[in-house]
C-alpha cells in the first residue's frame, strides 16, 4: 500500500511515533516524504538543546531526546538561525519536557 495515499490524520499519527533519526531517513527518500516530515509533528521528547561545544569557538551541537546533530559553525547571533532552519525541515512542531541553550 502507498503510505502518502493514506488519510492525512493517519500519516500524521504515524508520523508522531517515529523516532527523529527515522525522520531524516525517511525524508531523504523522495520529495513527498520530505515534505510529509515537514509538515508534521515530531511529538514528545523529554529535553532539547542548543550546546557550544566549546567556550569560545563557534561549534554547536543539537539535541532532540537522544539524537545529536551534527555540530554546525555559527556565531553566537546565527545559531538561532540555524536551528530554525533545521526546525523547519524536520517537523512542524514538537513538545518538549525542557530545553536548554
Request: proline share 1%; glycine share 4%; with cysteine.
Given at each position: 500500500m ?6 492525512d ?5 504515524l ?8 525522520r531524516?531517513?525517511?525524508r ?5 516524504f520530505?515534505?510529509l ?6 511529538g514528545?521528547f523529554?529535553?532539547g ?9 563557534n561549534s554547536f551541537?543539537f539535541?532532540?531526546?537522544?539524537a545529536k546533530f ?5 556565531t ?14 524536520l ?11
Open positions: 502507498d503510505i502518502l495515499a493514506l488519510p490524520v493517519f500519516r500524521r499519527d508520523m508522531k511515533t517515529m523516532e527523529i533519526k527515522d531524516l531517513s525517511l531523504l527518500t523522495c520529495r513527498a520530505e515534505q516530515v515537514a509538515e508534521s509533528h515530531a514528545y523529554r529535553s538543546a542548543i550546546l557550544q561545544d566549546d567556550v569560545g569557538q551541537s539535541y532532540i531526546g537522544q551534527n555540530d554546525i559553525e555559527a553566537e547571533d546565527d545559531v538561532l538561525r540555524q536551528f530554525l532552519h533545521l526546525r523547519n525541515r517537523f512542524s512542531g514538537i513538545e518538549l519536557t525542557s530545553f536548554s541553550v
